[in-house]
C-alpha cells in the first residue's frame, strides 16, 4: 500500500484540518486570517490538508481551491470527501467529484475519502457500487488515493476495511474516545491492513483544550503538569502510538496553530515520548471529564441548519462549559445576556420542535433533542 507523500517527502505528523477556520462577524470564513494560517502550516512543514464539501457551509474547498498557490499545492497533500448522505444515485458520485474538482481548481485529488460512514450510508454505498467509482475515477486521472472517515462501530469498521484496499482510514480518537466507535482497535487494524491511519477530533471538538481551572488545576498539580492546557498532553498521547500516521487539528487561530506546531516540532525532534507519569495524568483527566461532560458534542456543525433556527453547537458548548468548569451562573448569564440576548432568543434550546431533523446528520450520534430539554432544564428554568 502507498502511504501519501508529497515529493517523496512523508506526511508530517500534525495536519490542518479546514473545518474550523477562522471566521467573520458574517460566519464566513475570514480569508486574511486563514490565509496566513495556511502559509504558517507550510512553512512549519504540515503537508496534508484536509477539508470537506460541508464544511463551512461549502466554503472551505472554494477557500482552498482560491487561496492555494502552485507553490503551496505543490508541496501538501490535500484530502477532500465524498458527501455520503447526498448520494440518491450512482451518477450523484461523479456529479459531486467533478463540482469539487472545480471548487477546488485542480485536475486532480490527492486523497478522496467516503465522508462519515455509518452502517446505512455504507449499504447505499454498496449498492450503488461505490468501490468501482473509486477504481474508475483513479483511472482517469480525478483522484490519486481512495480512504474513508469513519462514525459507527468497531464490526462495521472492520467489514469496510476488509472490503477494499483502501489508502487511508480516518477515524475519531482521543483520550476520552479510546473506545468509543472504531477507537484503537479500529487504528491497529486498519494499521495492520495497510491503510495509513489518520486522526480526527484529537481534542474532541476543543473540549480537551479548555483551559485548566478547578478540579483539573488539581489534578495537574498532583501530576506536576504546569502547562495552561492538555492539549500537548493529548496531541502526545496520539502521536505516541506507532499505527498512527497523521493527526488532524481543526485550528482556528494564529496562535493555536503555533501551539500545535511546537507539540509536533518536540515529537519530530525526539522530545515528545510519553511518560508512565503522564499516562497516569491522562488516566485522571480522563475520569474527571468523564464525570463532567453532559452532551459528547465536538462541534462540527453536521447537525446545521436547524428547521427552527436553533443554535444546537452553542447550546452544547456552553452547556458543556458549565459543567466542566463549575461555572453554572457565570455561563447561565452568557447563555442569557450574550449568545442569545433577546435578539437572538428563537436560537436558543427552548426553540427545539421536536423534528429529529439534526438527529439524522449527527456523526456521535446524540439525542439532542433530548439534550436540549436539559440544557433548557438548566439554563433556562432553574434559578440560583
Not at 503555533?258 to 510519553?274: C, L, M, Q, T
Not at 457565570?330 to 427552548?350: C, D, M, T, W
Request: hydrophobic share 40%; glycine share 8%; net charge neutral.
Amino acid at each position: 500500500m502507498a502511504y501519501p507523500t508529497v515529493k517523496g517527502k512523508g506526511i508530517y505528523p500534525l495536519g490542518f484540518g479546514f473545518m474550523r477556520l477562522p471566521v467573520t462577524a458574517e460566519g464566513n470564513v475570514d480569508y486574511a486570517h486563514s490565509r496566513a494560517m495556511m502559509e504558517r502550516a507550510v512553512e512549519a512543514g504540515i503537508n496534508y490538508f484536509d477539508t470537506a464539501m460541508l464544511y463551512h457551509g461549502g466554503e472551505s474547498e472554494i477557500f482552498l481551491g482560491k487561496e492555494t498557490t502552485p507553490a503551496i499545492r505543490e508541496k501538501v497533500t490535500l484530502a477532500t470527501k465524498m458527501p455520503t448522505w447526498l448520494v440518491k444515485s450512482p451518477s450523484d458520485m461523479d456529479k459531486f467529484l467533478d463540482e469539487q474538482l472545480v471548487k477546488l481548481k485542480t485536475d486532480c485529488i490527492d486523497i478522496y475519502l467516503l465522508h462519515s460512514l455509518n452502517l446505512s450510508r455504507w449499504e447505499t454505498l454498496r449498492r450503488f457500487d461505490v468501490l468501482e467509482f473509486l477504481e474508475r475515477a483513479k483511472s482517469a486521472g480525478k483522484i490519486r488515493m481512495t480512504g474513508f472517515s469513519f462514525h459507527d462501530g468497531f464490526p462495521l469498521f472492520k467489514e469496510v476495511v476488509d472490503s477494499y484496499k483502501w489508502d487511508i482510514a480516518q477515524i475519531q480518537l482521543n483520550i476520552l474516545d479510546a473506545v468509543y466507535q472504531a477507537g484503537i482497535a479500529g487504528a491497529k487494524y486498519a494499521h495492520e491492513k495497510g491503510a495509513f491511519v489518520v486522526i480526527m477530533e484529537p481534542l474532541k471538538g476543543g473540549i480537551l483544550a479548555m483551559p485548566i481551572e478547578g478540579a483539573f488545576a488539581k489534578i495537574a498539580q498532583k501530576h506536576g503538569w504546569s502547562r495552561p492546557t492538555f492539549v500537548d498532553l493529548c496531541l502526545k498521547w496520539l502521536w505516541n502510538k506507532p499505527e498512527i500516521g497523521v493527526v488532524l487539528s481543526g485550528m482556528s487561530s494564529l496562535q493555536q496553530l503555533s501551539e500545535n506546531i511546537g507539540s509536533a516540532e518536540d515529537f519530530v525532534n525526539g522530545k515528545g515520548a510519553i511518560t508512565q507519569k503522564e499516562l497516569d495524568l491522562i488516566d485522571d483527566i480522563r475520569a474527571e471529564f468523564n464525570s463532567r461532560i453532559r452532551v459528547g458534542c465536538t462541534g462540527c456543525a453536521y447537525c446545521r441548519p436547524c428547521p427552527e433556527n436553533v443554535d444546537v453547537l452553542e447550546c452544547f458548548r456552553i452547556y458543556n462549559s458549565a459543567s466542566i468548569t463549575g461555572n453554572w451562573k457565570g455561563f447561565k448569564s452568557l447563555y442569557e445576556n450574550v449568545i442569545f440576548h433577546p435578539s437572538k432568543q428563537e436560537k436558543r434550546a427552548s426553540f427545539c420542535a421536536g423534528c429529529g431533523v439534526c438527529e439524522t446528520r449527527c456523526p456521535q450520534n446524540l439525542p439532542i433533542r433530548e439534550k436540549l430539554k436539559e440544557v433548557v432544564k438548566d439554563f433556562e428554568e432553574v434559578v440560583f
